[in-house]
């Protein structure tokens, strides 16, 4: 069967396939969550059967597993499985398989090897094993490419864990283009955060100590106030909620029900047959609110799900995104989804839906010790209504109102306000990205590239990578400036001649 693909996945497709053709053996192919990585998956599937090979698509986890061969079996694409005492069909020339059942038995000859969620390969030997011994190109599927290390040097790959990146879209063309939602976000005054220990994490990002951010953040009158707002600002909408640990999510799930609002807990321990259950639930309106640690933060797909609750804090920027892109996707029930911050993360890390720096992290130590963290100036939330606006932003656009500028400013005690977002100046790699794009569609020199970038930032591109972006209306408009610019300009020399 035919995948039926968006421009931009089929821009990424072709960039996929020409970048492989000219010499890389493994590359990522950046699309956000809601974007359609799954499409662009079976594409690239469909693209090698047609060629006689055979493919391997590996997923981290069991209900990524299920959700896929599901994905597959609707699409026509006959396949095996390997994942544990589930392995069926392992003749089949496309396999679905279990990473962790791959590393153990081996992995079986293909042709060509498919990761999903990409950015858990960082550091995991597992992983790396398997891509070694695969000796076949490698193309890795991730909404979120900024795991530490994914550039890294291996001997034993004889390069880089991934040598170049494909960029199918980013979030902010995809808002304008319809194809997500935008969000509008609340947030508290950031829980107390003092004395909590950080660590790296699975990505290599440093963020906050599990236990440490239980200890701080599970208390009933924290929780108490999460269960208020949602009252307040979304009450009646399908929620998802992202707690810090199983205790703490199934606290917020008791106060919800305490309420009258029904709710539900769900983790990895929770049994197949309850999990489908309370996801039908949801999914059926019988629950509103689904309550979880992390299990809901990769593979889940509920497009009407419209409010999201982040409970968590969080410093790390995959997890943040992974969690705000539950709510993004459109659907015909919401025209913006909605943020309900209790964590401080919108503060720390800025909005989902901004425009994030898309280049593989080479493992190698940064000057700046929270690699995730903005540099610059940070939304704040409304002192009265607690909507979430750009640092830039005086006046609430919700409420308002204006503080009065000085350097005692009185805040209200956990009053959610609304953060509004001011558009984004596009970052540097993004728009070389898509000049390169603009070049290779024209037939463009590399001196013209590097002319056009030094007009619009004012110095020449250095360090940056080889990477296509699809061109997004902020370049091409700036293009269409110049050739204006450029030809009202050679009006006034013909006349003047």
Known sequence: MDIVLRPYQATAVQNCRLTLAGGAKRIIICSPTGSGKTEIGMALVNGARLKQKRVAFLCNRVHLIQQTSRRFAKARISHGI????????????VLVASIQTVARRGLPDVDLLIIDEAHTVAGSKEYRAVIAAAKCPVIGLSATPYARGLGKQYAELGGALFEQIVVAATIPKLIAD??????????PAEPDMTGVR????????????????????????????????????????????????????????????????????????????????????????????????????????FPACRTLILARPTRSLIRYIQMAGRVLRPHETKERALILDHSGTVARLGFPTDEFPLALDDGMPK?????????????????????????????????????????DVEVQDRELVLLKRKAPKIEKQAFYSQ?????????????????????????????LQEIVAE??????????????RHAKSKGVRNAAA
């Open 82 to 93: 390997v994942q544990g005492e589930n392995t069926r069909h392992v003749y089949e020339p």
């Open 471 to 484: 061109p997004t209306a902020e370049v091409t408009n700036f293009l269409k400036h110049l050739r204006i």
């Open 198 to 301: 950080q660590s790296r994490n699975a990505f290599g990002e440093l963020d906050y100590l599990d236990a440490d951010v239980g200890r701080a953040v599970d208390k009933p009158e924290l929780v108490g106030d999460i269960v208020k707002h949602w009252l307040r600002l979304a009450n009646g909408t399908p929620t998802v909620c992202f707690a810090c640990n199983i205790a703490h999510s199934q606290h917020i799930v008791e106060q919800f029900l305490a309420a009258d609002v029904p709710a539900d807990h769900i983790d990895c321990y929770t049994p197949d047959e309850e999990r489908q259950a309370i996801l039908k639930r949801i999914e059926t309106g019988e629950t509103l609110i689904i309550s979880n640690v992390g299990i809901l933060a990769e593979g889940w797909d």
């Open 178 to 187: 319809g194809f997500l939602v935008d969000v509008d976000v609340y947030a």
């Open 367 to 407: 000057q700046q010790t929270g690699q995730s963290e903005r540099t610059e100036k940070l939304p704040k939330a409304c002192s009265s209504c607690s909507y979430v606006k750009p640092a830039s932003v005086h006046t609430c656009p919700v409420c308002g109102f204006a503080p009065a500028k000085q350097s």
């Open 435 to 463: 000049l390169i794009a603009i070049a290779q569609n024209k037939g463009y020199q590399a001196g013209w590239i590097a002319h056009k970038y030094r007009e619009y930032f004012g110095v020449w591109p250095r360090g």
